[in-house]
């Protein structure tokens, strides 16, 4: 027996969706910023965002994007551990 198209159910697809993340996590990828920073940074630059029901969301690929955006690259040779040791202690 044909039932026919269910009414409503046209547009129905499934969605592939991407988890996020949140400003504590994205605090921590991004050296240690507080959920007040991150916040700070919606309101201040053009970091990728959402709000869902009212909360900060961020997509991990359009992070990773925007990072290598900002990323200044460093020019000349690369530091020996001794070197890195030493900006590390203040020495």
Request: with cysteine; charged share 25%.
């Amino acid at each position: 027996m044909d039932e026919g198209p269910q009414v409503g159910m046209e547009n129905t697809t499934k969605h592939q969706c991407t988890p996020t993340m949140d400003a504590r996590q994205v605090g921590k990828l991004l050296g240690g910023l507080s959920p007040a920073e991150v916040l700070e940074l919606t309101e201040s630059t053009d970091i990728p965002h959402h709000k869902v029901t009212g909360q900060l969301r961020f997509d991990p690929d359009e992070l990773k994007e925007w990072i290598g955006r900002k990323a200044v690259p460093v020019s000349g040779p690369p530091l020996s551990p001794k070197e890195l040791a030493a900006m590390n202690t203040g020495t």
